[in-house]
């Protein structure tokens, strides 16, 4: 059964995609290690979601490290390593992203091996997520 927290979806359209444009002020998630970081505008800086605050947080840090560390060694991003785990669910991603050129590597198909899968599973056991994805009424909403 395919669930949501399987997949991540946007309305916005295709033609928001900027091939060339640079915004050094939006950081990847990987790339943010407290939510002060974020620039004001970010929406996750406006209305952050319960993973991504105080303690929740720095506990939900410790898997993107875990995974981080997983993507290194195998020489992908950890955004590809996340997809290529999405995919081995059996779900079909839909990468989406601001820059072109991200979509595009992020689009690149990675397989994973079953050692890699058990090192992930790993992985979320020994860090567990932490918080709500959404909160309140909108996690309601999430699965039903």
């Given at each position: 059964m395919l669930t949501s927290k399987y997949v991540y979806h946007s309305r916005h359209s295709h033609d928001s995609l900027q091939p060339n444009r640079t915004r050094p002020d939006i950081k990847r998630t990987s790339e943010t290690r407290r939510l002060e970081d974020l620039p004001e505008t970010d929406i996750r800086q406006k209305h952050p979601r319960p993973r991504f605050v105080g303690e929740s947080f720095e506990q939900n840090l410790k898997l993107v490290d875990a995974v981080g560390e997983i993507a290194k060694r195998k020489g992908v991003t950890t955004a590809q390593l996340a997809i290529a785990w999405v995919v081995r669910q059996g779900a079909i991603p839909i990468p989406g992203s601001t820059k072109m050129e991200r979509v595009l590597m992020n689009s690149k198909p990675?397989?994973?091996?079953?050692e890699e899968m058990a090192e992930l599973?790993?992985?979320?056991?020994a860090n567990p997520v932490v918080g709500e994805r959404y909160g309140g009424a909108h996690e309601a909403l999430l699965n039903g």
């Open positions: 990675i397989a994973l091996s079953n599973g790993e992985a979320m056991k």
